[in-house]
Protein backbone atom coordinates (compact mmCIF):
# COMPACT_ATOMS: atom_id res chain seq x y z
CA UNK A 1 0.00 0.00 0.00
CA UNK A 2 1.03 3.65 -0.63
CA UNK A 3 0.47 7.10 1.74
CA UNK A 4 -2.01 9.15 0.21
CA UNK A 5 -0.91 12.99 0.48
CA UNK A 6 -3.64 14.99 1.69
CA UNK A 7 -2.46 18.16 -0.56
CA UNK A 8 -2.78 15.84 -3.44
CA UNK A 9 -6.51 14.60 -2.43
CA UNK A 10 -7.64 18.00 -2.27
CA UNK A 11 -6.49 19.37 -4.88
CA UNK A 12 -8.40 16.17 -7.15
CA UNK A 13 -11.39 16.60 -4.85
CA UNK A 14 -11.09 20.27 -5.98
CA UNK A 15 -11.54 19.35 -9.45
CA UNK A 16 -14.19 16.90 -8.72
CA UNK A 17 -16.44 18.52 -6.03
CA UNK A 18 -17.19 17.33 -3.04
CA UNK A 19 -20.79 16.40 -3.96
CA UNK A 20 -19.72 13.59 -5.96
CA UNK A 21 -17.23 12.24 -3.01
CA UNK A 22 -20.14 12.57 -0.41
CA UNK A 23 -22.49 10.82 -3.15
CA UNK A 24 -20.20 7.92 -3.95
CA UNK A 25 -19.23 7.00 -0.13
CA UNK A 26 -22.21 8.27 1.97
CA UNK A 27 -25.26 8.28 -0.01
CA UNK A 28 -26.66 5.57 2.11
CA UNK A 29 -26.68 8.04 4.84
CA UNK A 30 -27.08 11.47 3.40
CA UNK A 31 -29.25 11.30 1.10
CA UNK A 32 -31.48 14.13 2.63
CA UNK A 33 -29.00 16.52 3.09
CA UNK A 34 -27.53 15.68 -0.47
CA UNK A 35 -31.16 16.59 -2.22
CA UNK A 36 -31.08 19.68 0.02
CA UNK A 37 -27.75 21.78 1.06
CA UNK A 38 -28.49 24.51 3.40
CA UNK A 39 -31.09 22.94 4.16
CA UNK A 40 -31.95 20.94 8.04
CA UNK A 41 -32.60 17.60 7.82
CA UNK A 42 -32.58 15.30 10.67
CA UNK A 43 -29.05 14.13 11.74
CA UNK A 44 -27.88 11.09 10.20
CA UNK A 45 -26.16 10.03 13.92
CA UNK A 46 -28.84 10.44 15.93
CA UNK A 47 -31.76 11.17 14.24
CA UNK A 48 -34.55 14.20 14.41
CA UNK A 49 -33.04 16.95 15.96
CA UNK A 50 -36.41 17.87 17.81
CA UNK A 51 -35.82 15.94 20.34
CA UNK A 52 -33.53 18.30 21.57
CA UNK A 53 -35.42 21.19 20.85
CA UNK A 54 -33.73 22.64 17.84
CA UNK A 55 -35.42 21.22 14.67
CA UNK A 56 -34.09 18.81 12.39
CA UNK A 57 -30.47 19.25 13.70
CA UNK A 58 -28.48 19.22 10.66
CA UNK A 59 -27.43 20.31 6.95
CA UNK A 60 -24.29 19.97 4.40
CA UNK A 61 -23.18 23.75 3.83
CA UNK A 62 -24.87 26.14 0.96
CA UNK A 63 -21.31 25.47 -0.77
CA UNK A 64 -20.69 21.76 -0.12
CA UNK A 65 -19.65 21.30 -3.61
CA UNK A 66 -16.34 23.40 -2.32
CA UNK A 67 -15.89 23.02 1.27
CA UNK A 68 -17.79 19.26 1.48
CA UNK A 69 -18.55 20.47 5.17
CA UNK A 70 -21.79 20.55 7.37
CA UNK A 71 -23.00 20.79 10.73
CA UNK A 72 -25.21 19.17 13.55
CA UNK A 73 -26.72 21.76 15.80
CA UNK A 74 -25.96 19.05 18.37
CA UNK A 75 -23.01 17.22 17.72
CA UNK A 76 -20.76 20.10 15.84
CA UNK A 77 -19.67 21.35 13.18
CA UNK A 78 -17.62 19.68 10.35
CA UNK A 79 -15.68 22.38 7.73
CA UNK A 80 -14.36 20.00 5.44
CA UNK A 81 -15.50 16.42 3.76
CA UNK A 82 -12.79 14.80 5.38
CA UNK A 83 -13.88 15.90 8.86
CA UNK A 84 -17.15 15.44 7.71
CA UNK A 85 -16.56 11.69 6.63
CA UNK A 86 -14.84 10.56 9.87
CA UNK A 87 -17.39 11.85 12.18
CA UNK A 88 -19.82 9.91 10.30
CA UNK A 89 -17.93 6.82 9.80
CA UNK A 90 -15.07 6.90 12.75
CA UNK A 91 -12.26 6.26 10.18
CA UNK A 92 -9.22 7.66 10.84
CA UNK A 93 -8.05 10.74 9.03
CA UNK A 94 -5.15 8.73 7.09
CA UNK A 95 -8.13 6.09 6.76
CA UNK A 96 -10.96 8.79 5.43
CA UNK A 97 -8.03 10.20 2.49
CA UNK A 98 -7.52 6.77 1.53
CA UNK A 99 -11.37 6.28 0.63
CA UNK A 100 -11.55 9.27 -0.85
CA UNK A 101 -8.21 9.06 -2.81
CA UNK A 102 -10.22 5.95 -4.35
CA UNK A 103 -13.75 7.72 -5.77
CA UNK A 104 -11.01 10.99 -7.25
CA UNK A 105 -9.00 8.25 -9.01
CA UNK A 106 -5.91 8.55 -7.74
CA UNK A 107 -4.65 5.19 -6.96
CA UNK A 108 -2.44 5.10 -9.87
CA UNK A 109 -0.55 8.33 -8.81
CA UNK A 110 2.73 7.81 -7.82
CA UNK A 111 3.27 7.83 -3.97
CA UNK A 112 5.63 7.09 -0.68
CA UNK A 113 5.96 3.68 0.28
CA UNK A 114 3.32 3.58 3.62
CA UNK A 115 5.58 3.47 6.83
CA UNK A 116 4.62 0.25 9.05
CA UNK A 117 3.05 2.94 11.89
CA UNK A 118 0.61 4.05 9.79
CA UNK A 119 -0.45 0.51 7.85
CA UNK A 120 -1.32 -0.27 11.64
CA UNK A 121 -4.20 2.57 12.36
CA UNK A 122 -5.06 2.17 8.73
CA UNK A 123 -6.12 -1.31 9.07
CA UNK A 124 -7.18 -1.64 12.18
CA UNK A 125 -10.41 0.07 11.93
CA UNK A 126 -11.52 -1.49 8.70
CA UNK A 127 -10.00 -3.68 5.62
CA UNK A 128 -9.26 -1.52 2.47
CA UNK A 129 -11.21 -2.57 -0.26
CA UNK A 130 -10.42 -5.38 -2.55
CA UNK A 131 -10.66 -4.21 -6.18
CA UNK A 132 -11.06 -8.29 -7.30
CA UNK A 133 -13.34 -8.73 -4.93
CA UNK A 134 -15.75 -6.25 -6.10
CA UNK A 135 -15.07 -7.15 -9.93
CA UNK A 136 -16.16 -10.80 -8.30
CA UNK A 137 -19.25 -9.65 -6.77
CA UNK A 138 -20.30 -7.34 -9.69
CA UNK A 139 -19.81 -10.29 -12.01
CA UNK A 140 -21.76 -12.95 -9.54
CA UNK A 141 -24.54 -10.61 -9.74
CA UNK A 142 -25.10 -9.88 -12.99
CA UNK A 143 -24.57 -13.87 -13.95
CA UNK A 144 -27.62 -14.23 -11.66
CA UNK A 145 -29.57 -11.74 -13.54
CA UNK A 146 -32.39 -12.53 -15.89
CA UNK A 147 -33.22 -10.28 -19.40
CA UNK A 148 -35.78 -7.80 -18.23
CA UNK A 149 -38.57 -10.02 -21.08
CA UNK A 150 -38.76 -13.03 -19.00
CA UNK A 151 -41.12 -14.50 -17.21
CA UNK A 152 -39.71 -14.94 -14.21
CA UNK A 153 -38.72 -10.99 -14.07
CA UNK A 154 -42.67 -9.95 -13.31
CA UNK A 155 -41.54 -8.03 -10.35
CA UNK A 156 -39.60 -5.62 -12.51
CA UNK A 157 -41.73 -5.29 -15.36
CA UNK A 158 -45.09 -4.49 -12.55
CA UNK A 159 -42.95 -2.08 -11.44
CA UNK A 160 -42.37 -0.19 -14.71
CA UNK A 161 -45.62 -0.68 -15.89
CA UNK A 162 -46.83 1.26 -12.47
CA UNK A 163 -44.73 4.31 -13.82
CA UNK A 164 -46.57 3.85 -17.29
CA UNK A 165 -43.27 2.10 -18.66
CA UNK A 166 -42.66 -0.88 -21.03
CA UNK A 167 -39.91 -3.29 -19.81
CA UNK A 168 -40.01 -4.48 -23.49
CA UNK A 169 -37.78 -1.84 -24.72
CA UNK A 170 -35.03 -2.27 -22.29
CA UNK A 171 -31.50 -3.72 -23.66
CA UNK A 172 -30.86 -7.07 -21.79
CA UNK A 173 -26.94 -6.09 -22.22
CA UNK A 174 -27.58 -2.70 -20.13
CA UNK A 175 -30.70 -3.25 -17.54
CA UNK A 176 -31.31 -6.99 -16.43
CA UNK A 177 -33.66 -8.32 -13.29
CA UNK A 178 -32.40 -10.18 -10.06
CA UNK A 179 -34.98 -11.87 -8.51
CA UNK A 180 -33.32 -11.84 -5.19
CA UNK A 181 -30.50 -9.53 -4.01
CA UNK A 182 -29.30 -9.03 -0.77
CA UNK A 183 -29.20 -5.07 0.81
CA UNK A 184 -26.07 -4.23 2.38
CA UNK A 185 -25.94 -1.35 4.89
CA UNK A 186 -23.54 -0.47 7.09
CA UNK A 187 -24.51 -0.11 11.28
CA UNK A 188 -22.79 3.32 13.10
CA UNK A 189 -19.38 1.33 13.71
CA UNK A 190 -18.94 0.53 9.83
CA UNK A 191 -19.92 -3.30 10.30
CA UNK A 192 -21.50 -4.63 6.92
CA UNK A 193 -25.13 -6.08 7.75
CA UNK A 194 -27.50 -7.59 5.68
CA UNK A 195 -31.14 -6.46 6.19
CA UNK A 196 -32.99 -9.10 3.81
CA UNK A 197 -33.29 -10.17 -0.12
CA UNK A 198 -35.41 -8.21 -2.74
CA UNK A 199 -35.61 -8.33 -6.49
CA UNK A 200 -33.87 -5.81 -7.87
CA UNK A 201 -33.34 -3.74 -11.35
CA UNK A 202 -29.81 -4.01 -12.46
CA UNK A 203 -28.64 -1.03 -14.81
CA UNK A 204 -24.74 -1.51 -15.77
CA UNK A 205 -23.33 1.92 -15.57
CA UNK A 206 -20.26 2.72 -18.31
CA UNK A 207 -17.58 5.02 -17.63
CA UNK A 208 -16.77 8.32 -19.97
CA UNK A 209 -15.01 5.98 -21.99
CA UNK A 210 -17.86 3.95 -22.86
CA UNK A 211 -15.97 0.78 -20.88
CA UNK A 212 -18.27 -0.80 -18.29
CA UNK A 213 -17.36 0.42 -14.72
CA UNK A 214 -19.88 -1.14 -12.28
CA UNK A 215 -23.69 -1.92 -11.57
CA UNK A 216 -26.56 0.38 -10.26
CA UNK A 217 -29.02 -1.66 -8.51
CA UNK A 218 -32.58 -0.61 -7.15
CA UNK A 219 -34.52 -2.75 -5.17
CA UNK A 220 -38.18 -3.73 -5.77
CA UNK A 221 -40.89 -4.62 -3.35
CA UNK A 222 -41.61 -8.81 -3.64
CA UNK A 223 -44.61 -8.17 -5.59
CA UNK A 224 -43.43 -5.53 -7.98
CA UNK A 225 -45.33 -2.56 -6.39
CA UNK A 226 -42.63 0.18 -5.63
CA UNK A 227 -39.44 0.16 -4.55
CA UNK A 228 -38.47 -1.69 -1.60
CA UNK A 229 -38.84 -0.20 1.71
CA UNK A 230 -35.08 0.27 2.65
CA UNK A 231 -33.15 2.89 4.00
CA UNK A 232 -31.82 3.78 0.18
CA UNK A 233 -33.43 1.63 -2.42
CA UNK A 234 -30.95 2.39 -5.45
CA UNK A 235 -27.75 2.34 -5.04
CA UNK A 236 -24.74 2.09 -6.97
CA UNK A 237 -22.20 -1.27 -6.36
CA UNK A 238 -18.43 -0.97 -5.66
CA UNK A 239 -16.67 -1.53 -8.80
CA UNK A 240 -12.72 -1.87 -7.53
CA UNK A 241 -11.20 0.48 -10.52
CA UNK A 242 -9.20 2.98 -10.18
CA UNK A 243 -11.14 5.17 -12.80
CA UNK A 244 -13.34 7.93 -11.58
CA UNK A 245 -17.40 8.18 -11.64
CA UNK A 246 -17.39 11.65 -13.09
CA UNK A 247 -18.52 11.14 -16.82
CA UNK A 248 -20.40 7.78 -16.31
CA UNK A 249 -23.99 7.20 -17.17
CA UNK A 250 -26.53 4.11 -18.31
CA UNK A 251 -26.41 4.09 -22.08
CA UNK A 252 -30.16 2.74 -21.87
CA UNK A 253 -30.77 3.24 -26.03
CA UNK A 254 -27.14 3.33 -27.44
CA UNK A 255 -24.69 0.83 -26.47
CA UNK A 256 -22.39 3.19 -28.92
CA UNK A 257 -23.82 6.78 -29.29
CA UNK A 258 -20.99 8.13 -31.51
CA UNK A 259 -23.27 7.89 -34.36
CA UNK A 260 -26.41 9.81 -32.73
CA UNK A 261 -26.16 13.10 -33.27
CA UNK A 262 -28.57 14.15 -30.59
CA UNK A 263 -28.93 12.29 -27.04
CA UNK A 264 -30.82 13.24 -24.11
CA UNK A 265 -29.77 12.98 -20.61
CA UNK A 266 -31.78 12.69 -17.28
CA UNK A 267 -31.21 11.95 -13.90
CA UNK A 268 -32.96 8.23 -12.94
CA UNK A 269 -33.89 5.77 -15.01
CA UNK A 270 -37.31 5.63 -15.05
CA UNK A 271 -37.11 9.62 -15.90
CA UNK A 272 -35.07 8.39 -18.81
CA UNK A 273 -37.53 5.89 -20.13
CA UNK A 274 -40.06 8.26 -19.95
CA UNK A 275 -38.29 10.89 -21.89
CA UNK A 276 -38.16 8.12 -24.54
CA UNK A 277 -41.42 7.43 -24.36
CA UNK A 278 -42.04 10.79 -25.14
CA UNK A 279 -39.52 11.15 -27.66
CA UNK A 280 -38.16 8.46 -29.00
CA UNK A 281 -34.58 9.94 -28.69
CA UNK A 282 -32.03 7.88 -27.15
CA UNK A 283 -31.74 8.62 -23.54
CA UNK A 284 -29.25 7.98 -20.54
CA UNK A 285 -29.73 8.19 -17.43
CA UNK A 286 -26.55 9.74 -14.84
CA UNK A 287 -28.75 8.61 -11.86
CA UNK A 288 -27.56 11.69 -9.20
CA UNK A 289 -27.53 15.61 -9.70
CA UNK A 290 -24.22 15.41 -9.00
CA UNK A 291 -22.85 13.26 -11.66
CA UNK A 292 -25.46 15.04 -14.15
CA UNK A 293 -23.31 17.80 -13.91
CA UNK A 294 -19.95 16.18 -14.38
CA UNK A 295 -21.69 14.02 -17.63
CA UNK A 296 -19.31 13.79 -20.84
CA UNK A 297 -21.22 13.33 -24.33
CA UNK A 298 -19.94 11.12 -26.53
CA UNK A 299 -17.84 12.19 -29.90
CA UNK A 300 -19.99 12.78 -32.86
CA UNK A 301 -23.05 14.48 -30.22
CA UNK A 302 -23.86 17.70 -31.95
CA UNK A 303 -26.92 18.04 -29.93
CA UNK A 304 -28.03 17.22 -26.15
CA UNK A 305 -31.16 17.40 -24.39
CA UNK A 306 -30.70 17.79 -20.47
CA UNK A 307 -34.46 16.35 -19.24
CA UNK A 308 -34.01 18.21 -15.38
CA UNK A 309 -35.90 17.51 -12.48
CA UNK A 310 -37.43 20.56 -10.71
CA UNK A 311 -36.99 20.35 -6.93
CA UNK A 312 -37.66 22.49 -4.33
CA UNK A 313 -33.89 22.58 -3.65
CA UNK A 314 -33.04 23.41 -7.04
CA UNK A 315 -30.59 20.95 -7.41
CA UNK A 316 -31.78 19.18 -10.27
CA UNK A 317 -32.20 22.52 -12.44
CA UNK A 318 -28.77 23.54 -10.88
CA UNK A 319 -26.76 20.98 -11.88
CA UNK A 320 -28.41 20.83 -15.50
CA UNK A 321 -27.48 24.24 -15.72
CA UNK A 322 -23.62 23.51 -14.30
CA UNK A 323 -23.61 20.93 -17.36
CA UNK A 324 -24.79 23.16 -19.66
CA UNK A 325 -22.44 26.08 -18.59
CA UNK A 326 -19.45 23.28 -18.75
CA UNK A 327 -20.52 22.40 -22.52
CA UNK A 328 -20.29 26.20 -23.81
CA UNK A 329 -20.22 26.08 -27.14
CA UNK A 330 -19.14 22.63 -28.07
CA UNK A 331 -22.65 21.18 -28.99
CA UNK A 332 -25.65 22.69 -28.77
CA UNK A 333 -27.48 22.17 -25.05
CA UNK A 334 -30.24 22.86 -24.00
CA UNK A 335 -32.45 22.21 -20.72
CA UNK A 336 -36.11 20.98 -20.31
CA UNK A 337 -38.02 22.05 -17.05
CA UNK A 338 -41.00 20.15 -15.93
CA UNK A 339 -43.87 22.28 -17.12
CA UNK A 340 -46.31 21.29 -14.35
CA UNK A 341 -46.14 22.94 -11.10
CA UNK A 342 -44.16 20.83 -7.63
CA UNK A 343 -47.42 19.20 -5.99
CA UNK A 344 -47.73 20.60 -2.58
CA UNK A 345 -47.09 17.46 -0.63
CA UNK A 346 -43.62 16.90 -2.75
CA UNK A 347 -39.87 17.09 -2.81
CA UNK A 348 -39.91 17.82 -6.83
CA UNK A 349 -41.65 16.74 -9.86
CA UNK A 350 -39.49 14.85 -12.62
CA UNK A 351 -40.07 13.97 -16.62
CA UNK A 352 -41.67 10.31 -15.10
CA UNK A 353 -44.11 12.34 -13.11
CA UNK A 354 -44.95 14.29 -15.91
CA UNK A 355 -45.43 11.06 -17.88
CA UNK A 356 -47.33 9.15 -15.59
CA UNK A 357 -50.03 11.89 -15.31
CA UNK A 358 -50.11 11.87 -19.14
CA UNK A 359 -50.14 8.07 -19.51
CA UNK A 360 -53.02 7.91 -16.57
CA UNK A 361 -55.10 10.31 -17.95
CA UNK A 362 -54.72 8.92 -21.68
CA UNK A 363 -55.96 5.43 -19.89
CA UNK A 364 -59.00 6.70 -18.28
CA UNK A 365 -60.20 8.20 -21.52
CA UNK A 366 -59.62 5.36 -23.45
CA UNK A 367 -61.84 3.41 -20.47
CA UNK A 368 -64.74 5.92 -20.56
Not at 20 to 36: F, G, W
Not at 153 to 174: K, T
Not at 215 to 243: I, N
Request: aromatic share 6%.
Amino acid sequence: MHRIESADVRRAVHRTGWLMVLDALAADTLTPALRRPGRHVPCPMHGDGRKHGRGDGFRLFPDVDRTGGGICATCGAYPDGLALLQWLFGWSFPETLWRVAGVVGLTDAPAKPVAPAFARTHFSQAEPPNPERARRALRRTWSASLPPRHPDAWPLQRYLAGRGLDASVLHPRVVRFHPSLAYWTRDRNDRPICLDRFPAMLALMSGADGRPLTLHRTYLRRDGLGKAPVPSPKKLMSHGQSRPLSGAAIRLFAGDASGHAELAIAEGIETALAVHAMTGLPVWASVSATLLQGFRPPAGTQRLRIWADKDRSGAGEHAASVLQQRLGDSLDARILLPPAPIPADARGIDWADVWLMRHSAEAERAVT
